[in-house]
């Protein structure tokens, strides 16, 4: 039974941070470089060129891709070769969390909801969002993390439709979403849908639909063909980057599903920016450690 | 579509030439501004300390840290436009501002304040922030440092763009245009869809 070193997942919790806000995932550049192939119209290439010409030069300098610092989400996932203490766990990542935001020292976009007051560090109450999941065949745990922003995070919609309203109603309640967004939330768009489950779980498919990489599409076949049909009938809209027109309103559509009631419908829509940013690590069982996207 | 350069102070005449989907990029000095900044202009009745004929204003709020008594910029980005509405006519009409810099867009009011005095929206690319920080040569000035960090920022730029011209001084619209059309197109996938 491996042993977890918490001050080591605190310092992960931290780098994670760090990294997803300077480095883009190469998926994600990988599908914008695509995007530039194919756009035809030339404010939207400019724009495109722009974005690339950004990720580059966050990186040469070492510098933030974007100002929005976003609310931290991390994503846990424990195998069985571990023995953990949850509430030390959950303890390191969110100091993890804290000592980015203040020795890097970045902007914390964490408010209290009713007085709008500022926090100092990136955490307050349930911020981050810490979530945990287990595997039998992971060694070790892997913590994604995501620093999502505000802009796409507004661009957020759930409904209850009806079992009547089928997989047509999701496919409608899904573009008349995109549609009424336009380019807000900084598009070119990842969309990520969730369909089935609880209200909330629904919701929370969605958000776990931007956590894998572009272009991976679902191993289920007619969820992949659900997912192709939907961007192309989205980039058919002609709304373009950042809502000023071209062939790329979105760089991919994932959607994850749950079993639901048979009297309910539930599907939820969460955006992602081009941004797309998230970062992972792998902390194995023998101490080792990879970091990833 | 046509590519400028333009330095500030801006006139009418740099403004009236150009049309939605056009490319600029900016020299000299601009002046961000955010929420607060223009709640205390007209909300509070306070005139600006600055002069902003001619002025191009940026939607911004800074993240500086201070070395040696001055500001310097660690990430300056732009953020979403249509929360100022309400204040953007007061500014063209009242203190002659001719260029908005910012993202999404601005409402009907601001669009026609535009036509009237010839003034225009300039979309950024919303999140390059890397590219935007590495524009800014200096923060000149600091106006209102009690807002911090919504003051009013006298910031020097170098080529701070490609910004695309997306309300124009002839009624051009580049969102509504593309809004527009967005529904128009979509009429054909859903049909074909068959979600109608
Ligand atoms: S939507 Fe994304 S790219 Fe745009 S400002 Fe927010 S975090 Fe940055």
Redesign the interface.
Known sequence: MGQIDYGQVQRTASDLYVRALKLIPPDVTAAIERALEHETKSGARDILQTILKNVRVALDRNLMVCQDTGIPIYKVKIGSNVSVDGTKLEAAIRAGCADACVTHPFRSSICDPLTRQNRPDSTGDHIPVVDFSFAADLDGIEIRMMPKGSGSENMTWMKMLLPADGVKGVKKFVLDCVLRAGGQGCTPSLIGIGVGGTAELAVKLAKEALFRPIGRPHPDERIAALERELLDAINRSGIGPMGLGGDTTSLGVHIETADTHITMNPVAVNSQCWRSERASAHMYADGRIEFGY | ?AQFTLATPVTEHDMRQLRV?D?VSLNGVIFGIRDATQRRIFDDGVAPPVDLHGAICLHTAP?V?KEDGRYVP?????T?STRMERFTPGLIEQYGVRGIVG???LGEGSARAMQRYGACYL?I???????E??QIEAIEAVYWEDLMPECIWQLRVNMLG?L?V?IDAHGGN??E???E???K??RD??RE???E
């Open positions: 579509m989907g490319s993240n840290k660690v990430c300056i980005g732009t979403t993202k999404a867009g979309a690319v919303g999140g390059a922030a890397a590219l920080t590495t490609p695309t997306a580049l969102y245009q593309v809004r059309d967005a529904a197109r979509m996938v859903y869809l068959g979600l």
